[in-house]
């Protein structure tokens, strides 16, 4: 058995890992750091350029060998498990949840209030923006205000959303540019955009990226990252309800166990893996997991579900220009206490859909060379906007992460099970929820002689997150708002699974900004260099 | 069947199943080998005249560089969502040259018509209904056309635009339309 020590060890290698440990190395320069991540790392920035050529040009994998082939989980929306987590082809999106997010049931009496104050968390919105490198224009909305300015001037307005922006405002409804993890100005020792037009894989750095972090750590002396080792299980101290080590395998030397000692252990693994772990890490005194004596670990599991529609309008949209960038409107963040609950985001971007090249024409005839063509160039003429709206949910206790015995990793060790599911209140809302939308997505068409091409409902729910929900009361909370555990005084949880519900929008820059401000508790288990 | 005869033929099945990978690694290699007279005789029938004769010798040409660096067996996007893990099936050179070779005697008439209708009839047969999102090697008269129709150089074609969707382009200027396509671009 090899044993390594460190001051903090995080196990988990995402954005939140990046983030955690950028910061504690600046806090504490004097601590040791080690992240353990079970993916690989995939640091070889110079191969992206071909990585994207070849995912456009034949479909394949733009980051190939980002998964564990028997580290699967059941409603999982994403198999990437390398250094950089999920944040290695985020879009980059940065937005806001807002104040009523943290405060639904003072306000609306519905679900739970989260244990942190909102000016609080708006400090560390700013601080997660300024870290990853954030490029936006402010909303107009009063309710929105911020502290501090976007880092970086907000991306160019491309002339297929200045369309779109004119076409959505004649609604009624404000339109802006989505704020984004992506330098409109050389930032940070990264280039600045060049529109590819793939940000899941961006071959010039412009879009943030963990490995990006982990590359400056690991030229640190006190910073370790071990990739390809998978934690399995996390051990007490004997006779206490402290943290004494956690227990790993290296993949690629599955023969010799590792162990892994430090005076504090975070959990940064994501709203997947974390309550996993905690769930296999059970023993004769936590006999349902480490964490839990609240039995909520792996429950309230959360995302946000979504509407989308197609809309043709007359408006010359070339589709290609930015498609990953798009407009937001927040006026439905907000919802009157006297009407009936609704909230939520609403999206626009260009689209080519309803206007792709197709092989046979309205009457089934087939369609070859010049045919195609001008068949095509006809149906182009109109443009096409893409609209989505992602809307509160609040999920059931019962909204869940189990272990599923009846499926197990090359370890042995069952693998999770995620089944999303809404509570009573949220359940008989969706109906009223749905009408809403539609009657939304009418509005919209019929500026600029609109047309419904299609409406779609996601059947799954999107930005996941819970499963270690945070809060005040240790009977009905996993940790406290700074991530730490009720139960285990050295053990942390930060990001995603800390999240009690996952708003109405993205929610990547959320889960930065808690992870941040834990960062500043965890720091205080060390000495100040001052 | 006894045990020796047994094993005797799984050596053979194993040496044959080597051979034909072998074939097909050869076929994609050397793709289109004899048969560059028909793939360019198919691209004039399923590519827009706009192009011009040199535009469209120089998708052919691009569309046999595809085939050739195509990847048997390398992983594909795995998907958000609903996601999957999958591979690239075998290479579609084998399949492909086999379908040129029906196809020579149509593409070789002289007569444009009876090209156009036997490539329909291909197609047909192929049970092909819509455009493949990319080339999947079905037919290669619809892969082929896939190959160019979704790509970035048809989309500006299309909208007569120098849109550049798959190129990296500055953001300055794309407040703007794009720039209308120059002449030569559709005529090359």
Request: net charge positive.
């Amino acid at each position: 058995m090899t044993t390594h020590e460190c001051d903090v060890c995080i196990i988990g290698g995402g954005i939140s890992s990046a983030m955690l440990a950028q910061k504690l190395a600046e806090l504490r320069p004097g601590i040791s750091i080690t992240v353990i991540e079970s993916g690989k790392k995939l640091f070889d920035f110079e191969n992206r350029i071909e990585y994207r050529r070849r995912s456009i040009d034949y479909a394949e994998n733009p980051w190939p060998g980002d998964f564990i082939e028997d580290q699967a989980a059941k409603g999982v929306i994403s198999r990437t498990m390398a250094v950089g987590g999920s944040a290695l082809h985020w879009g980059g999106t940065c937005n806001r949840f807002s104040e009523e997010d943290l405060r639904l049931k003072s306000m609306y009496g519905l679900y739970t209030d989260w244990p942190i104050d909102w000016k609080e968390l708006e400090e560390f919105y700013c601080e997660a923006e300024r870290r990853l490198g954030v490029s936006g224009e402010p909303s107009p909305l009063p309710e929105d205000w911020r502290s501090e300015p976007y880092p970086m001037p907000a991306m160019v307005m491309t002339h297929n959303l200045k369309e779109l922006k004119q076409w959505g405002e004649k609604s009624g409804i404000p339109f802006w540019t989505t704020p984004q993890a992506k330098n409109t100005r050389p930032y940070d020792g990264r280039n600045q955009c060049i529109r590819c037009n793939t940000c899941t894989i961006c071959p010039t750095g412009a879009r943030y990226s963990p490995d990006f972090t982990f590359k400056r750590l690991l030229a640190q002396k006190n910073f370790a990252l071990h990739d390809q080792t998978l934690i399995r299980k996390l051990i007490l101290d004997d006779g206490k309800t402290t943290m004494a080590a956690a227990q790993a395998v290296n993949r690629a030397r599955p023969d010799e166990p590792i162990e892994y000692r430090a005076p504090v252990f975070v959990l940064a693994s994501g709203y997947c893996w974390s309550p996993h772990l905690l769930l296999l890490s059970r023993n004769s005194r936590f006999p349902d997991g480490l964490a839990n004596r609240s039995g909520m670990v792996g429950r309230y599991m959360c995302g946000h579900a979504f509407l989308s529609a197609m809309i043709e309008i007359d408006a010359k949209i070339y589709p290609g220009m930015n498609e990953q960038h798009g407009l937001i409107s927040r006026q439905f963040f907000r919802c009157k206490t006297d009407q009936p609950f609704i909230r939520h985001d609403l999206r626009i971007w260009e689209s080519a859909s309803g206007h792709e090249p197709r092989l046979r024409s309205a009457d089934g005839r087939i369609l070859l060379g010049d045919s195609l063509l001008a068949d095509w160039r006809e149906r182009a003429k109109r443009g096409t906007a893409r609209v989505r709206g992602y809307y509160d949910v609040h999920p059931d206790r019962d909204s869940s992460l189990t272990l599923d015995v009846t499926s197990r990793n090359r370890w042995g060790d069952p693998l999770p099970s995620i089944a999303h599911k809404p509570d009573a209140a949220t359940e008989s809302r969706q109906q009223f929820t749905r009408q809403h939308f539609q009657q939304l997505f009418q509005t919209l068409a019929k500026a600029n002689n609109g047309k419904m091409l299609s409406t779609g409902a996601g059947n799954y729910w999107d930005h996941p997150a819970g499963g270690c929900r945070m809060g005040a009361d240790p009977s009905t909370s996993v940790c406290d708002s700074f991530g730490q555990t009720h139960d285990h005084e050295n053990l942390f949880v930060v990001g995603s699974p800390t999240l009690p519900n996952a708003g109405c929008t993205n929610g990547t820059l959320t889960f930065v900004a808690l992870t941040l401000r834990s960062a500043d508790r965890i720091a205080t288990h060390f000495r100040s260099p001052a | 069947m006894r045990r020796r005869t047994l094993l005797r033929w799984i050596a053979s099945l194993g040496s044959a199943i080597r051979l034909t990978s072998l074939r097909a690694w050869a076929q994609t290699a050397s793709f289109p080998g004899d048969q560059t007279p028909a793939l360019g005789a198919l691209a004039a029938i399923v590519l827009p005249s706009e192009l011009g004769l040199e535009g469209i010798r120089a998708v052919a040409r691009n569309f046999e560089r595809w085939v050739r660096e195509y990847r048997p067996g390398a992983e594909m996007d795995h998907g958000y969502g609903f996601t999957r893990l999958r591979n690239k099936p075998v290479s579609p050179a084998p399949a492909y040259l086999r379908q040129l070779e029906a196809l020579v005697p149509a593409l070789t008439s002289g007569d444009a018509a009876s090209s156009r209708r036997a490539v329909e009839a291909a197609l047909e047969e192929a049970k092909i209904t819509d455009l493949p999102r990319s080339p999947d090697g079905r037919h290669i008269g619809a892969d082929l056309m896939a190959f160019y129709f979704r790509g970035s150089d048809a989309n500006d074609l299309c909208y007569r635009a120098a849109i550049g969707r798959d190129r990296c382009r500055s953001l300055a200027g794309s407040d703007n339309p794009p720039p209308e396509l120059p002449k030569q671009e559709l005529q090359k």
